[in-house]
T-cell receptor, first 116, second 119 residues
Framework: AQSVTQLDSHVSVSEGTPVLLRCNYSSSYSPSLFWYVQHPNKGLQLLLKYTSAATLVKGINGFEAEFKKSETSFHLTKPSAHMSDAAEYFCVVRPMFSGGYNKLIFGAGTRLAVHP | EAGVAQSPRYKIIEKRQSVAFWCNPISGHATLYWYQQILGQGPKLLIQFQNNGVVDDSQLPKDRFSAERLKGVDSTLKIQPAKLEDSAVYLC?????????????????FGQGTRLTVV
């Protein structure tokens, strides 16, 4: 069965320091992978998505993620955190073979706090 | 391009009452999802439509929840009767059908959600 695990429920960083949000997936085949961000009282916004073209994916707001098949990981990083990055982040996997039905599986989320 | 529209944004009802949520997906998107997000948790899929057919409703509490997608476009989600534990944000999302063999990974686009409080 496919699943996604976000290894940290909470991450706290200081403004200007690097951000690392960890995500591991389990899938029999190479899945599609996404990171979404959710600010308080807002809907989910796509940060970035993995395509088979490149293992290092750049997203919006300076975020990027690297697909590592050998480690079944898709960690999200940012070199320098801003206060506005404080939000909930979700790693999402779409199994390659989901009957053509675009099934999406969410991780439990990581809450990022950014301190001055 | 217009996004996914949901209404209402907020709803407060008493337990045992009924409530309905509405979703208008992005034009042309064949797949429509309803997720339930309880405070502090990730979204949980309630039901997934492809066009106007249900492809996954395995986690929908069918004794009280129902959903339909009229003509493969708009969708409504209903709860009757509501329980206290139904308090959550209900998110609607849509996506195009993935095009296999093209390497195109289709993400889902989410609405703002409806925050339901059952008292």
């Amino acid at each position: 069965a496919q699943s996604v695990t976000q290894l940290d429920s909470h991450v706290s960083v200081s403004e200007g320091t690097p951000v690392l949000l960890r995500c591991n997936y389990s899938s029999s085949y190479s899945p599609s992978l996404f990171w979404y961000v959710q600010h308080p009282n807002k809907g989910l916004q796509l940060l970035l998505k993995y395509t088979s073209a490149a293992t290092l994916v750049k997203g919006i707001n300076g975020f990027e993620a690297e697909f590592k098949k050998s480690e079944t990981s898709f960690h999200l990083t940012k070199p320098s955190a801003h206060m506005s990055d404080a939000a909930e982040y979700f790693c999402v996997v779409r199994p390659m073979f989901s009957g053509g039905y675009n099934k999406l599986i969410f991780g439990a989320g990581t809450r990022l706090a950014v301190h001055p | 391009e217009a996004g996914v529209a949901q209404s209402p944004r907020y709803k407060i009802i008493e337990k045992r009452q009924s409530v309905a949520f509405w979703c208008n997906p992005i034009s042309g998107h064949a797949t429509l999802y309803w997720y339930q997000q309880i405070l502090g948790q990730g979204p949980k899929l309630l039901i997934q439509f492809q066009n106007n057919g249900v492809v996954d409703d395995s986690q929908l509490p069918k004794d009280r929840f129902s959903a339909e997608r009229l003509k493969g476009v708009d969708s409504t989600l209903k709860i009757q009767p509501a329980k206290l534990e139904d308090s959550a944000v209900y998110l609607c999302a849509s996506s195009p059908i993935p095009r296999t063999g093209t390497g195109v990974n289709t993400e889902a686009f989410f609405g703002q959600g409806t925050r339901l409080t059952v008292v």
